[in-house]
Nanobody, 125 residues
Framework: QVHLVESGGGSVQAGGSLRLSCAAS????????MAWFRQAPGKEREGVAA????????YYTDSVKGRFTISHDNVQNTLYLQMNSLKPEDTAMYYC??????????????????WGQGTQVTVSS
């Protein structure tokens, strides 16, 4: 079992930055996807970014490329999402997710077995 706890959300003005953290505990796998998803009111949950802990490969949805950076601290087993140049359309609840090492399409939320409770990000114009 894996337990995920997010932190770092908040309210910022457009153009600002936030850094989300996700502390993982339990039986995490050394070669698996860890990801950030977000869900805005009235919209479907979407994959924002993922990292494959086996080789450090990173993946981003097009709308955040060049603005967001995902990283993972293997020692602390903590996932991060550095968000720069934030836009009002980035406003959403952000969730950390982890899977059991079976892989798949990183942006498909069905491959993830574990989810955090979410942290709210609000960007005002």
């Amino acid at each position: 079992q894996v337990h995920l706890v997010e932190s770092g959300g908040g309210s910022v003005q457009a153009g600002g930055s936030l850094r989300l953290s996700c502390a993982a505990s339990g039986d995490t796998y050394s070669k698996s996807y860890m990801a950030w998803f977000r869900q805005a009111p009235g919209k479907e949950r979407e994959g924002v970014a993922a990292i494959y802990t086996g080789d450090g490969g990173t993946y981003y949805t097009d709308s955040v490329k060049g603005r967001f950076t995902i990283s993972h601290d293997n020692v602390q087993n903590t996932l991060y999402l550095q968000m720069n140049s934030l836009k009002p359309e980035d406003t959403a609840m952000y969730y950390c997710a982890a899977e059991d090492g079976f892989g798949g399409t990183w942006s498909d939320d069905r491959i993830y077995n574990y989810w955090g409770q979410g942290t709210q990000v609000t960007v005002s114009s």
